[in-house]
């Protein structure tokens, strides 16, 4: 059974910035692809990054790009994302998520992108940006 415990969310000025971090149990965490996802109050969850197994390939949706950033360290078994000059429209509860499925070293992102592309998933943390 993998467990995945998000940390680091809380509540930070419009302009600030957040890491989020995702510790995954077992020790199969340096197999999976691993993504972040959030869901916004009354809104439906969107992809947000994914990282692939090693670390050399990395997606993002296309409103958090450059201010995002995901990162992972399979020695620690854990995902981060880092997030910067955060908006009130970041606000939302973030997710870790694992997936099993072998992705191809230059192969499509779209499986990933989607919750259906992952097996596991974090409790949630909140994220809250003021204006």
């Known amino acids: 059974q993998v467990q995945l415990v998000e940390s680091g969310g809380g509540l930070v000025q419009a302009g600030g910035s957040l890491r989020l971090s995702c510790a995954a149990s077992?020790?199969?965490?340096?197999?999976?692809?691993m993504g972040w996802f959030r869901q916004a109050p009354g809104k439906e969850r969107e992809f947000v990054a994914a990282?692939?197994?090693?670390?050399?390939?990395?997606i993002y949706v296309d409103s958090v790009k450059v201010r995002f950033t995901i990162a992972r360290d399979n020695a620690k078994n854990t995902v981060y994302l880092q997030m910067n000059s955060l908006q009130p429209e970041d606000t939302a509860v973030y997710y870790c998520?694992?997936?099993?499925?072998?992705?191809?070293?230059?192969?499509?992102?779209?499986?990933?992108?989607?919750?259906?592309?992952?097996?596991?998933w974090g409790q949630g943390t909140q994220v809250t940006v003021s204006s």
């Open positions: 998520a694992a997936s099993q499925r072998n992705r191809r070293q230059g192969g499509s992102w779209s499986p990933w992108k989607n919750e259906e592309g992952y097996d596991y």
């Open positions: 077992g020790r199969s965490f340096s197999s999976y692809v």
């Open positions: 990282i692939s197994w090693n670390g050399g390939s990395t």
